[in-house]
């Protein structure tokens, strides 16, 4: 038993492996799905992600508009501060065989709404197509609920964007409302709601089992 067990019971051991890495200058690993790896984002990530956002069919969405050493100091500073603060982030998505950065995915708090959290993925277009964005969705949300014990998560998507959408209800998000001034879809799911998958979870060990997944493949 550690020294803090004894002072501190009340404090979650996940928690405090979790803080210890950061401070040991270490990623979290947040979770493994049957494809993929999905942990806190590293300075070596940097330039692969530059490229994914900047990549035709996602720059147009999330326009971009830093250069890559404007990039790469924002993302030091985020990584150092960030992911301790919140305990959440968007993290880095890998190809578990080949270890290859093919997007972000996680979690942010929202600026449209108060004292709430939002879930945002992104998938190199290279990699679209095969189910990832639903993958690594669902890996987050089963954190989000099973780990960081939240009760709720929304999403904004574009009117046009209907990929994303699909794969925010395939994941069991439902429509809250329309934001016809900024052509956006606000859509959410409470624990519970969402559709999980089998994950080999890292910090609670939870498995969970399949269900019904009624989406396209993104």
């Keep these: ?4 067990e ?8 996940a928690f405090v492996e979790r803080d210890h890495r950061r401070k040991e200058g270490l990623p979290v690993l947040i979770a493994q799905t049957t494809r993929l790896v999905i942990r806190e984002t590293v300075m070596e990530d940097v330039p692969r992600i530059f ?8 720059r147009e969405i999330v326009q971009p508009s830093r250069t890559l050493e404007e990039e790469t100091e924002f993302m030091w500073a985020y990584i150092s501060h960030a992911y301790a603060f919140y305990d959440f ?6 190809k578990k065989e080949s270890g290859e950065v093919i997007g972000q995915a996680g979690l942010f708090p929202s600026d449209r709404l108060e004292n709430a959290v939002e879930l945002g993925y992104v998938i190199d277009p290279a990699f679209q197509g095969q189910g990832y964005a639903r993958e690594c969705g669902r890996a987050v949300l089963d954190y989000a609920f099973h780990t960081l014990d939240l009760e709720e998560i929304h999403l904004f998507a574009g009117q046009d964007n209907e990929a ?14 329309t934001c016809p001034a900024e052509r956006m879809l606000h859509l959410s799911v409470k624990a519970g709601q969402e559709n999980s998958l089998k994950l080999s979870y890292v ?6 089992s399949d269900r019904k997944d009624t989406g396209e493949n993104i």
């Design 1 to 4: 038993m550690y020294m803090w």
């Design 6 to 13: 004894e002072e501190y019971p009340e404090l979650d051991p």
């Design 51 to 58: 490229e994914i956002y900047n990549s035709p069919g996602i």
């Design 89 to 94: 982030g968007l993290w880095s998505v890998l």
């Design 164 to 177: 994303s959408v699909r794969t925010a209800r395939a994941l069991g998000f439902q429509m809250e409302e």
């Design 203 to 208: 910090n609670d060990k939870i498995k969970r």
